[in-house]
């Protein structure tokens, strides 16, 4: 019955998304740039050379992920985003039961049902299905090494390639080496180098171009200053009113960086680490955007599997609220936001940083530790009840 329940509001879910999605004309205008890429690939024409859609969105991966993309154009685009938004949706279940073995609650088939349902409708994934986006699929690579215990076959090997096609999952090798994982990291290293030999022996012209010269075109991905993004940059650009902010943002986003880096090295478990990595690379990242925050979905197991249940209930509702898109931000407007609009334009980077300085305060209020699967010490939540009361 339990089954029946959760399947039946699974359905409801997705059948309200499509219909939501269809009222609304989605675009899935990411989408549309990865399969330009593959045809690129396919047709030999310049890959960083296009742009498409009324956006006018060029590529900006590296030239293996675009050899990923050829299969893209085998399909109609019609039928390619319903595949997209079908198996977006298989790897958002997948994500939620990867999210519940990182903070060791592996989930029934109910529950998880439930669980796929309800994370749907947090802002950044339901912004990456709404844009045809890979970033559930890269975060499942990650946490597929890093949900494991340390020290599991070819660990470090989905992160290499997560590395590959995105870039940023790359910050995990430096998480490995700061946690004394050097194998795991040699593995992540030595794959995200095939990637960038693949891509090389592939497309020369295409590699030449993107390492010595797409790669640091920050302009390419968008404005970092519109409320899209929401790294420190972002807010900082906002703040000040300032769509180039320097020294004022990379002085704080170094800071961050080592912060984050230095709690993720010492952190008690290795969720906590995971966790404190992934939300430091998003601060951090000249440009994140609302739809790279799918690693709230991990955040939020991992919190209600230790019984912070304010504070998950907190944290889903700054990712629900959608309050960026409630501030005016058309043209140039997100430059002009008055002081009490901004923490509405900036709700996840200032969640984020709060969690991090509170990260401390909140581990120590659990007095009592038991031992999980990975053999390291971890706060329980009955420990963390008792404590409260």
């Known amino acids: 019955m339990r089954n029946r329940t959760a399947l039946l509001l699974l359905a409801l879910s997705l059948a309200s998304f499509v219909t939501l999605c269809a009222l ?17 690939v396919a047709h030999g024409t ?18 293996f992920a675009a050899v990923l993309f050829v299969p893209l154009t085998w399909v109609p685009v019609a039928a390619l985003k319903a595949a997209f938004l079908a198996g977006n949706t298989l790897l958002l279940a997948t994500l939620v039961a990867l999210s519940a073995r990182l903070a060791s609650r592996p989930l029934p088939p109910a529950p998880l049902c439930t669980a796929t349902a309800l994370a749907l409708w947090l802002e950044p994934v339901f912004q990456t299905l709404l844009f045809g986006q890979i970033n559930l699929a890269v975060a499942c690579l990650v ?21 590959g096609v995105k870039l940023t999952p790359a910050v995990f090798v430096v998480y490995l080496l700061l946690r004394g ?7 992540a290293m030595a794959a995200f180098a095939g990637t960038v030999a693949l891509g090389a022996a592939l497309l020369p012209a295409a590699s030449a171009d993107f390492w010595t010269r797409r790669l640091y075109e920050t302009g390419r991905v968008g404005k970092a200053w519109i409320v899209d993004n929401q790294s420190l940059r972002g807010l900082l650009a906002r703040a000040l009113g300032d769509p180039g902010p320097g020294l004022a943002w990379a002085l704080p986003a170094a800071a961050v960086a080592v912060a984050g880096l230095a709690l993720a090295a010492r952190a008690r478990r290795d969720a906590h680490g995971v966790l404190l990595t992934a939300f430091t690379a998003l601060l951090v990242c000249p440009v994140s955007w609302t739809h790279h925050w799918v690693w709230c979905v991990p955040l939020l197991a991992v919190l209600l599997a230790e019984g912070h249940r304010r504070t998950a209930a907190l944290t889903a509702l700054v990712f629900t609220a959608r309050t960026m898109w409630l501030v005016p931000h058309e043209g140039a407007l997100d430059l002009e936001l008055p002081w009490w609009q901004q923490p509405l334009a900036a709700a996840y980077p200032l969640l984020t940083v709060g969690l991090i300085l509170s990260y401390d305060s909140m581990i120590n209020r659990c007095p009592t530790l038991s031992t999980e699967q990975t053999g390291k010490p971890t706060c329980s939540s009955r420990s963390f009840r008792s404590a409260r009361r």
């Open 181 to 187: 994982r050097v194998r795991e990291a040699a593995t």
């Open 46 to 63: 310049d890959l960083y050379g296009f742009t498409v859609t009324e956006w006018r969105l060029p590529a900006t991966y590296p030239p």
């Open 143 to 163: 946490l597929a090494d890093l949900a494991r215990p340390p020290g599991a076959r070819a660990q470090g090997l989905c992160v290499g390639v997560a590395a």
């Open 24 to 40: 609304c004309g989605a675009p899935m205008a990411d989408l549309l740039v990865y399969r330009a890429e593959g045809a690129a």
